[in-house]
């Protein structure tokens, strides 16, 4: 089984008009699968990513309002899940991928 690493690797925010105080309104995610099969001289490790956006319309006036300065990275994620991106989904096509690496079905080449 693979491990899964989700990052923010950038957002965009607003600078205006200045109550917004930097709301992010983009957060650019990329999630980053990897699974080490075998042993010692023989251990070989997979990997496969995926990256993705998630678009935000942050209320200033909401309670729940963070302004840029006090987001967290995990914050962030949360939102970009809550906003639809779908980590166990995203997960399942990258453990996929990975399988496919370590099992593969098709080949390419020519028989000459």
């Known amino acids: 089984m693979a491990t899964f690493t989700w990052q923010v690797s950038t957002t965009e925010y ?3 008009p200045a109550d917004m105080d930097g709301a992010i309104i983009v957060a ?3 999630c980053n699968a990897e699974q080490t099969e075998g042993t010692g001289d023989e251990a070989v490790t997979y990997n496969s990513t ?8 942050p209320d200033p006036t909401s309670p729940t309002y963070t302004p840029y300065a006090d987001v967290t990275e995990s914050q962030c994620l949360d939102w970009c899940w809550a906003d639809g991106v779908d980590k166990d989904s ?3 096509g990258l453990q996929a991928k990975i399988d ?4 593969p079905v098709t080949a390419a080449g020519v028989p000459w």
Not at 50 to 57: E, H, K, M, P
Not at 100 to 103: A, E, M, R, S, Y
């Open 14 to 16: 607003d600078l205006q």
């Open 28 to 30: 650019h995610w990329r």
């Open 90 to 92: 995203v997960e399942a």
């Open 50 to 57: 995926s990256y993705g956006t998630a678009g935000f319309s």
């Open 100 to 103: 496919g690496q370590i099992n």
